[in-house]
């Protein structure tokens, strides 16, 4: 893509143009060969380019093309015009906000466990973009014509941590290129089932998975919605999906049972790590959709066996945080502590084993 987009589950702003040359591995029919190559940012699902298709929106060299069916080959460059956002009025709400850093352009948030990052029919309120709205209010100096703040990342409803918003439209498009190159730095504390061991012949022998130098493991596969459950992604391999790779290392191990894992992506694909680490047969602890229903057992690590069964959501907390300040340039790093409830549950396991 050689612009900017705008990240706007509506659908963008009027007359922005998105333009994307298609790679070796496209599908050859037009709009299975867009949903696979538009940036995941820009929030355009197949659906919605169907629409932008029939149209008139989709052109290839100056000629609109209106069939979804049409063939299409690699080396191609494709420009999506996309119209007025669609009407959604987002209310400014007063939320409190955990404020970690904030200048006029961008603003981070250490964001809550449970918290929707953008609204969407089923969540209008109650999001950091109506917190965002309210805290922020006239210091907005607008994106794409409107007065709202630049969503460029986002984090599941029940992951916590550090999340980056623009406030600036020189700020949006700055850090949208550096999330696009994969030039941000972000690591995540999570908890797992079992300990991925570079020892363990199963894990050696999962497709996708590698061992690099100091204990760390790759794992590196396509993410696509799954088949039948389009609330979940599933891996899949080339010409499926979109490439994703994730780095992981073990920081504390509870008997075997459980283990506190340091994870950072080179991509960011739609719950890429949870995905990633049930695929290599270490789901999260308190994951409802990838995590399984595996239990601890309680022989081996006492009261943290019961907390673990006790913990209502995935335990994945966001905790650093790297980029280039998209105006000033500088270097900006920052860390977040764990969350309450997942210092708790690492307390439970430890004392587990010391008991």
């Known amino acids: 893509m050689d612009e900017p987009f705008d990240d706007d589950s509506a659908g963008g702003a009027a007359g922005e143009v998105i333009r994307i040359t298609l790679e070796d591995d496209t599908p ?14 820009a929030a355009l699902s197949r659906s919605r380019l169907a629409r932008l298709i029939e149209a008139g929106a ?55 466990a449970g918290m929707v990052v953008h609204p969407a029919p089923g969540t209008p309120s109650g999001t950091l973009v109506n917190a965002l709205l309210y805290h922020c209010g006239e210091t907005l100096s607008g994106i794409g014509g409107e007065r709202r703040p630049g969503i460029v990342h986002r984090i599941d409803k029940e992951t916590s941590g550090l999340l980056v918003a623009a406030k600036s439209d020189r700020a949006h498009h700055g850090l949208a290129a550096q999330f696009e190159a994969h030039s941000v730095t972000r690591h995540y504390l999570a908890i797992c089932h079992g300990v991925p061991e570079g020892s363990d012949p199963r894990l050696r022998g999962t497709r996708g998975v590698s061992f690099e130098a100091a204990g760390v493991i790759r794992v590196a596969t396509n993410l696509a919605r799954h088949r039948t459950d389009r609330q979940k992604q599933a891996v899949c391999w080339p010409p499926e999906g979109r490439h994703a790779v994730t780095r992981a290392h073990v920081v504390e191990r509870f008997q075997g049972q459980a283990a506190l894992i340091d994870c950072w992506l080179e991509t960011g694909r739609t719950h890429q790590i949870r995905v990633h680490l049930a695929w290599a047969g270490h789901g999260l602890l308190g994951d409802p959709t990838y995590g399984g229903r595996r239990k601890l057992s309680e022989k081996l690590v006492g009261a943290g066996a019961q907390a673990a069964a006790d913990f209502p959501r995935q335990a994945l907390h966001a905790a650093s945080l790297g980029f280039i300040h998209p105006v000033t340039g500088a270097q900006m790093e920052f860390e977040s502590d764990l969350p309450e409830d997942m210092a708790a549950l690492l307390a439970a396991l430890r004392q587990g084993v010391s008991s």
């Open 58 to 112: 989709v052109s290839r060299g100056g000629v609109v093309i209106t069939d979804q069916k049409a063939k299409v080959t690699p080396g191609e460059i494709w420009e999506i015009r996309l119209g007025p956002a669609e009407p959604v009025e987002t209310l400014a709400e007063n939320i409190p906000l955990d404020v970690i850093y904030e200048d006029d352009d961008l603003i981070v948030i250490n964001k809550p």
């Open 28 to 41: 050859a029919r037009l709009d299975k060969a867009l949903t696979l190559a538009v940036p995941e940012e």
